[in-house]
């Protein structure tokens, strides 16, 4: 039932900043795109979240396309800590329940 | 604000054993989800509770249950455990507006999970 497309793994050099694809083409007018993180063990963070202007936090950037249909997370300056799975979810439109993927593996470099 | 919290954070159960889960929300998060981690199937949505209600379920077997208290304190219950139950069950909370009715803007936030293994 997931909605997004991600790369398996990426890999990043610690201080540069990570770019982190998603592609949505189904995504229909009223739903956000969301990300989250995990890292082994614990529970998945919520990072950011969107409709369709592009939006930034404390932790990120989220660039969505004109259309819609992809986006991309930017963690400006990646450190060891960023190392995690990150997850990019179109809310589903019945309610709170979230189709989680398999994610994209980062692995940030020294 | 205090994070979701669950507890236990390890549990080992045999076969045929039932166990409980606990989930205490965010302050002010009425809506509280619970989800399933796997290796082989990834984050499962089980289900969902607000106002003590559930309103949404995921595709699971009858064995899986769970419960909302008044305080918007949430447990989830696994009768007669199968070795595939071994996994990481997550508990989700959210803030909803006066009327309950959930938001798209609302994201999830999750607790660190209770790792349960069944042998």
């Known amino acids: 039932d997931a909605k997004t497309t991600q790369p398996t793994s990426m890999d990043c050099a610690e201080g540069r900043a990570a770019n982190l694809p998603c592609n949505h083409s189904?995504?229909?007018?009223?739903?956000?795109v969301y990300w989250y993180r995990q890292i082994h063990s614990q529970g998945p963070q919520y990072i950011i979240h969107g409709l369709k202007n592009n939006e930034t936090n404390e932790m990120a950037s989220l660039i969505i396309t004109e259309d819609r249909k992809s986006s991309t997370l930017i963690l400006p300056h990646a450190t060891l800590r960023d190392t995690a799975v990150y997850y990019c979810i179109v809310r589903a439109f019945t309610g709170n329940q979230f189709y989680f993927g398999t994610g994209t593996s980062l692995t940030v470099i020294p | 604000k205090a994070g979701v919290t669950q507890t236990p954070r390890y549990l080992i159960k045999t076969r045929g054993q039932q166990v409980t889960l606990s989930c205490s929300p965010i302050?002010?998060?009425?809506?509280v989800s619970w989800y399933q981690q796997t290796p082989g199937q990834g984050l499962q949505f089980l289900f969902e509770?607000?106002?003590?209600?559930?309103?949404n379920k995921g595709n699971f077997p009858g064995r899986f249950s769970g419960r909302q208290f008044s305080n918007s304190r949430s447990e989830m219950n696994v009768s007669t455990l199968e070795l595939g139950d071994s996994a990481l069950y997550l508990c989700a909370s959210s803030s909803n507006g006066p009327t309950g009715r959930f938001s798209y803007n609302s994201p999830l936030h999750f607790g660190n999970g209770t790792r349960l293994t069944v042998t």
């Open positions: 189904t995504i229909s007018g009223n739903e956000y």
């Open positions: 302050s002010g998060h009425r809506s």
């Open positions: 509770y607000f106002s003590e209600t559930q309103r």
